[in-house]
DNA sequence: TAGATTGTTAATCGATTAACAATC
DNA sequence: TAGATTGTTAATCGATTAACAATC
């Protein structure tokens, strides 16, 4: 279906306007053009057309685009459409967090498991989730195939648990340790949900704007 | 202290030398040449040396970089010995797994309090941080000089929480809610921790990965 | 029909890569 | 000294923006 290769940069802004779609949905919006959409986004309607046009012609001349139907072609862009499946590894705090908070189905995934060392939450469910125990893991992977895993133990786990996962049918590692997972584990996609990047760079932009006003102050004395 | 306008690239490839340079502490190296360096994150040489360049001058020729050095000059250009102070609001799931597992000093923020709207929470203490009522925190606000606010309130309240914050010296917002604050919100910096982008994100490269399959086994038909 | 807005081609801009003189 | 590797300038590559014919 996908034939040209998609940059990296396209891909990462396509979940920002499904949930712009979502939000307008909810407003009632039901047409909207490119121009309106990127002055939504902070974005150009240029850069907006040129990434939709990755993955066809959804819009109309003279009219723009249809809110609920644009929606219902990223979506299916994204994968949302293809019902994957994902076990979670590591109920501590993270993961239950994810497990009580994040709607894996609003965006096609179905939980289909978790996995802990901890006897006392084996054997029980949380939400309707199973928590089997980490030794089951080769096992239920070979009998349920599973698209994707959810790594949420702690940072000593992280790559034992990794290379558990690699050879047994799953595609894509998320990761929420903060452990460099990209570059020895060859053939499994890994998204990194790091934390502490995330707030380095915000310290980044706090800190500059901070030296922004003393050199302001500074050239005012 | 800073001169040039850096790009957000290089910004966000910061935390990443950092996480790799503690690393490589860790494992007892003291010295590395960017070529070394690139071939560890999957990035090229020059562009790690055009990277440090926008900060000052930190390598040697013939030499390369000082492991420790190095680590302290990013760090430092990161904010990390700025002692930036935050506040938490929203003691839920997520606000009390950052509490519990995230060493915010270790990134050199340090975490004053925290708020909620549960009265079994207000009044106590968790991991040494006090929790205070949403009444309370404008007071707060007023009479401790605070630099970001972590935001891990339910979705609705954030657009309400993220009004009662500005105006009151933060500077920046890290987001957790799945809003977009981004667009309207004047003059704080916003800094989002999307999970569902980065879930859609990573769900688009594993269909993408199927097509390919689905497509080379139709060729080879 | 006239106005609006698309999809796409061309132009511009910025970021990455390559090359090399400087020098430890 | 000779070898290695930096910091930086120039070349290349890719992404964003602008422009416009097509058309609803």
Redesign the pocket.
Known sequence: MKRVKV????IRRLPRYLRRLDELTEEGVSR????E?ASQLG?????I?????CF??????????NVPALRAHLASVLGVDRGFTAVLIGVGNIGRALMDNFCFSDWGFRLTAAFDIDPRLIGTEFKGVPILGMENLEDYLAENKTDIAVLTVPKEAAVTVTERLTGHGIDAIWNFTNVELTGPTSDVIVENVHFSDSLLSLSYYVAERRDEATAKAEREK
């Open positions: 940059s990296n940069n396209v909207i053009s490119s121009f959409l974005l150009t309607a240029s850069q057309r040129q990434d939709f046009s066809g012609e959804f819009g109309q001349q003279g009219y723009g685009y």
